[in-house]
Structure formats: structure tokens, C-alpha cells
């Protein structure tokens, strides 16, 4: 069975950049999609990012030029760059895929 985990979360202050990674502990067929998905305190899980198998790329309206997703099949990794953070990106940030599930998460929290 193959796992999900992500890493790269922190403390960031307005306006810096994070990068968050997904690491599976073993292969995931291109063909399945991959997602970022983050959850802030009361309220739903929500869509980050998203990576058809194809390599399109679609985005949250909010992080839309903010934010960049990528996958490097070699080293079973998927990536989420975020840029121009704000205080209203602050969530748990997990990736998804249909043939693993759910990783743990990963906390962001921008704030001064």
C-alpha cells in the first residue's frame, strides 16, 4: 500500500513563499490525478490544485497566479509552490490521490 507525506509547512510571514512537498512511498501510475486540498479551523476541506494525468493544471480562484503545482514522477513527489502569501491561505494543506487516499497534513500559518 502506498502512502502519502507531506512536508514543507511552517511559519511564513505576509507576502513570503513556502513549498510544499508530497512524497509516496512508492510509485503512482501518471495516470492518476493528484490534488492539493488545505482545511482552515471551522470550516471545509477545499481544492487547492489540481494535476490531471495529462500534466493540466487547474486552481482555487483564491491562489490562482499565487500558487503552482508540479509532480516529479521520478522521485514520486508532488509539489506545491505558494507565493504572495496571505493570513487567509492559513490551513492544514493535504495532498490526495485516488489510488492512495489522504496524507497527514501539513500546517501553514502566515502571519506577522
Known amino acids: 500500500q502506498v502512502h502519502l507525506v507531506e512536508s514543507g509547512g511552517g511559519l511564513v510571514q505576509p507576502g513570503g513563499s513556502l513549498r510544499l512537498s508530497c512524497a509516496a512511498s512508492?510509485?503512482?501510475?501518471?495516470?492518476?490525478?493528484m490534488s492539493w486540498y488545505r482545511q482552515a479551523p471551522g470550516l471545509q476541506r477545499e481544492l487547492v490544485a489540481h494535476?490531471?494525468?495529462?500534466?493540466?493544471?487547474s486552481y482555487a480562484d483564491s491562489v490562482k497566479g499565487r500558487f503552482a503545482i508540479s509532480r516529479d514522477n521520478a522521485k514520486n513527489t508532488l509539489y506545491l509552490q505558494m507565493n504572495s502569501l496571505k493570513p487567509e491561505d492559513t490551513a492544514v494543506y493535504y495532498c490526495?490521490?485516488?489510488?492512495?487516499?489522504w496524507g497527514q497534513g501539513t500546517q501553514v500559518t502566515v502571519s506577522s
Open positions: 490526495h490521490s485516488a489510488y492512495t487516499g
Open positions: 512508492g510509485n503512482i501510475p501518471s495516470i492518476y490525478t
Open positions: 494535476l490531471g494525468s495529462g500534466g493540466r493544471t
